[in-house]
């Protein structure tokens, strides 16, 4: 009874233990490894799809996409342009998570869909400006990239709960759904705020 007693207090008082909620992030993330590695792994594969295989079609598509956030962006100062960048990631990242609920199939979809965007979009800078242009990713997307990849692992290993053994699955969809909002709020919102801050002021001045 003693030790019930004593889980519960714990229990309560971990709610304002930052400390804590950081340790039960690190750990949760070390379980989703296996997911952190194959969302790599996906996305350098479509990324190679992305620089080598470019149909018309798809190029009229991204081209529109690319021209839509432009449009949206155009006359932004730095605080605007952070703002925007900001909920963009979230929105797509936080959804990319939560919509894992459904065997993984989306956040899946989006690592792939992200990864040849990417090597398509990399493609013609480099064909454009040349490979230099590259590194202005580096800044803002040695934060965002992590960001993005523990998103799509986290919405990976919540789907897998449909898998956890009889009688155990509605146990392990709080489990995981806790843990994964953990991770999100301690250490996937901050990597965004930075990147989102650095990609914010960089486009501002580089404009």
């Known amino acids: 009874m003693k030790n019930k007693k004593r889980g ?4 309560k008082a971990s709610i304002w233990n930052c400390k804590e909620h950081y340790s039960l ?9 296996n997911q952190i ?31 839509d956030i432009l449009r949206q962006t155009q006359g932004l ?11 963009n990631n979230l929105q797509s990242s ?6 894992g609920v459904f065997f993984g199939i989306f956040p ?4 792939f869909s992200n990864g040849y965007v990417l090597g398509f979009v990399a493609e013609k800078a480099v064909a454009i400006e040349g490979p230099l242009t590259l590194w202005r990713l580096l800044p803002h997307g040695i934060f965002e990239f992590p960001a993005i990849i523990l998103s ?14 009889k ?12 843990s994964s909002l953990r991770v999100f709020l301690f250490v996937v919102i901050p990597l965004l705020v930075i990147a989102a801050i650095i990609e914010g002021i960089l486009v501002v001045i580089l404009s």
């Open 8 to 11: 519960k207090i714990i229990r």
């Open 25 to 33: 992030s690190w750990k949760y993330i070390k379980e989703c490894k």
């Open 37 to 67: 590695y194959f969302i790599i792994a996906l996305i350098l594969g479509s990324a190679l799809v992305g620089l080598i295989y470019q149909p018309p079609e798809i190029y009229d598509l991204i081209q529109k996409f690319l021209q």
């Open 77 to 87: 100062n730095w605080w605007e342009m952070i703002i925007f960048i900001l909920n």
């Open 94 to 99: 936080f959804f990319s998570m939560i919509l």
């Open 108 to 111: 899946i979809l989006a690592g």
């Open 152 to 165: 799509l692992a986290l919405g990976t290993r919540f789907g897998m709960f449909w898998f956890a053994g």
């Open 167 to 178: 009688g155990k699955k509605k146990k392990e969809f709080f489990r995981r759904l806790e």
